[in-house]
């Protein structure tokens, strides 16, 4: 049973940081380009940042670039994504997703946490 589980969301001041994970189970990370995405209250899911599978380049927001880190850790089939220099407009759901080789299209996709930033 393919299964992806996000942790490590929670209540942050500005300026902090937390790092996500994202477990996958029943498929394995490394055939897989991973993502990041988050959904704010009222507003549309929007793209954060994308692990390509093979060589692992990396691709980001512009909103996040500078202060996110997606890495991927294949012995523990896990994603994570760094934040460092949390803002209130961070605060979302956020939501990890797993695309087939280089595919754009995402196929999995995790329940979500929440991050919540306070000003």
């Known amino acids: 049973q393919v299964q992806l589980v996000e942790s490590g969301g929670g209540l942050v001041q500005a300026g902090g940081s937390l790092r996500l994970s994202c477990a996958a189970s029943?498929?394995?990370?490394?055939?897989?380009?991973m993502g990041w995405f988050r959904q704010a209250p009222g507003k549309e899911r929007e793209f954060v940042a994308r692990i390509n599978w093979g060589g692992g380049t990396t691709v980001y927001a512009d909103s996040v670039k500078g202060r996110f880190t997606i890495s991927r850790d294949n012995a523990k089939n896990t994603v994570y994504l760094q934040q460092n220099t949390l803002k209130p407009e961070d605060t979302a759901v956020y939501y990890c997703?797993?695309?087939?080789?280089?595919?754009?299209?995402?196929?999995?996709w995790g329940q979500g946490t929440q991050v919540t930033v306070s000003s």
């Open positions: 029943g498929f394995t990370v490394s055939g897989y380009s």
């Open positions: 997703a797993a695309a087939l080789g280089g595919t754009p299209e995402y196929k999995y």
